[in-house]
C-alpha cells in the first residue's frame, strides 16, 4: 500500500466521518480524564491548583477509584528488569493498559482499580501490597505527567474517564509479583 501526502490528496479523495462519529483530541482526553478524576475531591478548584502548582493531587479513594499499592521491588522482579521505561510496557501490557502511576521517590506503583475493589486477601499473604480504599488519601500525579522525572509520573496513562484495572488482570499480577519477588530473594 502507498502512502499519499495530504497536500496530494484531492478534495473527491477525503472521506468526510458519519454524522455520528466524534473525533476526541489528546487535550480532550487528557481534560477528561483530569476532571473525571477531580470528582474525587470535594474541591476541584483546589485539586486543579496542586497539579498546576506540584505536580501532584490529593484525591479521595474508595468512590470513584481504589488503588492497590505494590513495592517497586516485587514489580521489578516480575517484570525482570528496574528499566522504568521497560517497566512501564510490560505493566501496560500485563494490566491491559489499565492506568499505573509510580511515586519515585518511594519506589511504589499505584494501580488504579474501581472503588469497589474488594481485597481478598489477608495482607500477611503479600506483604508491603495494599489495597487503598474508602478512608485512604492518594497523591495522584497530574494526567500529563508521563515520564519518569519529579515525584510521580503515569507509568500507563488512564485513556479514557473511569478505565480502570480489571480485577482478575491485577489479582494475577500481584501473585505474580509476589511469587516472583520471593524466587529473586531465595537466590540471594
Not at 506540584?54 to 522482579?77: N, T
Not at 499473604?125 to 503515569?154: K, N
Not at 488512564?158 to 499480577?173: A, H, I, K, T, Y
Not at 516472583?180 to 530473594?185: D, I, L, M, S
Request: contains cysteine; glycine residues 10%.
Amino acid at each position: 500500500m502507498e502512502l499519499t501526502l495530504v497536500e496530494e490528496l484531492e478534495p473527491d479523495d477525503l472521506v468526510e466521518p458519519e454524522e455520528d462519529t466524534k473525533l476526541v483530541t489528546a487535550r480532550e482526553r487528557r481534560a477528561a480524564v483530569s476532571s473525571w478524576l477531580l470528582t474525587a475531591t470535594e474541591d476541584r478548584a483546589l485539586g486543579r491548583k496542586q497539579w498546576a502548582e506540584g505536580g501532584i493531587a490529593l484525591l479521595s479513594c474508595g468512590g470513584v477509584f481504589s488503588a492497590i499499592r505494590i513495592p517497586g521491588l516485587m514489580v521489578w522482579a516480575v517484570a525482570g528488569t528496574d528499566e522504568l521505561t521497560e517497566v512501564d510496557v510490560f505493566l501496560s501490557q500485563a494490566l491491559d493498559g489499565g492506568p499505573v502511576f509510580m511515586d519515585l521517590h518511594s519506589n511504589l506503583y499505584y494501580l488504579l482499580v474501581p472503588g469497589s475493589f474488594s481485597w481478598r486477601w489477608n495482607d500477611r499473604d503479600f506483604p508491603g501490597v495494599e489495597c487503598l480504599g474508602q478512608d485512604h488519601f492518594l497523591g495522584v500525579p497530574d494526567i500529563c505527567l508521563t515520564v519518569p522525572r519529579g515525584r510521580s509520573y503515569w507509568c500507563v496513562p488512564m485513556n479514557s474517564p473511569g478505565e480502570l484495572c480489571n480485577s482478575g488482570d491485577v489479582e494475577r499480577f500481584v501473585r505474580a509479583a509476589h511469587r516472583a519477588r520471593q524466587v529473586e530473594g531465595a537466590r540471594r
